[in-house]
């Protein structure tokens, strides 16, 4: 299958920081990019949707200035959690959808702490 | 949003085949049933998707009802490779791709 990577796969940071987290489709284009967040013992939440070339869309409830999203490429999209607090610590995972195959391919995570 | 029902959880066997039943009653003429499995500190794996027919890959089948309202996703010989949780998202075929996960089931596999 369509391979979807992310960059850290984890990442420490103190509180007040801000952390980007990369997003890319390795092996095809992917205009529509998803990124997710899970706590522990809890399904996947959409926290918004990545548009190449225009604005996200974020989800009711999550913060479109704290979480910054750049969909600069067809195979890049990038996430930054600015000024990082303990409560942000989580599982993020992004996806992209290669629309020749009609399927969505989910990156293996990043695991964010926040001391 | 079209829901779906899952169970929590259910055990099985290695080597003996599994069926995971999705109930989605209120499934409407545009929305694909997808399946997904999540390993421990992983993202989602694409197990196999369909609309109407039964759909059959490298990794498992799907058996879809013929009204629609229930699917079951079949793993023919299960391994310890295969314990992780399964979701079942409706996906109305209208939209940007978006999926809404729900809780899943939990499958362990016994040796």
């Known amino acids: 299958g369509a391979v979807v990577s992310q960059h850290p796969s984890w990442v420490i940071c103190k509180s007040g920081t801000s952390v980007k987290i990369e997003c890319r489709s390795l092996d095809f284009q992917a205009t529509t990019m998803f990124w997710y967040r899970q706590f522990p013992k809890q399904s996947l939440m959409l926290m918004a949707t990545s548009n190449e070339g225009s604005k996200a869309t974020y989800e009711q409830g999550v913060e479109k200035d704290k979480f910054l999203i750049n969909h600069a490429s067809l195979t890049l999209s990038t996430l930054t959690v600015t000024s990082a607090h303990p409560e942000d610590s989580s599982f993020y995972i992004c996806?992209?959808?290669?629309?020749?195959?009609?399927?969505?391919?989910f990156g293996p995570g990043t695991r964010l702490t926040v001391l | 949003d079209a829901k779906t029902t899952q169970p929590n959880s259910m055990e099985s066997n290695e080597e003996e085949p599994v069926h995971l039943p999705c109930n989605h009653s209120t499934i409407s003429g545009t929305d694909y049933i997808h399946w997904y499995r999540q390993l421990p500190s992983q993202g989602p794996e694409y197990v196999i998707h369909?609309?109407?027919s039964n759909v059959n890959n490298r990794m498992a089948s799907l058996a879809i009802a013929e009204d629609r309202k229930s699917s079951t996703l079949i793993l023919h010989r299960a391994t310890l490779r295969d314990a992780a949780v399964y979701y079942c998202i409706l996906r109305d075929g209208r939209n940007d791709y978006k999926l809404s996960f729900g809780a899943g089931t939990t499958v362990t596999v016994r040796a």
């Open positions: 996806s992209a959808t290669d629309s020749v195959t009609d399927t969505q391919y």
């Open positions: 369909g609309l109407t």
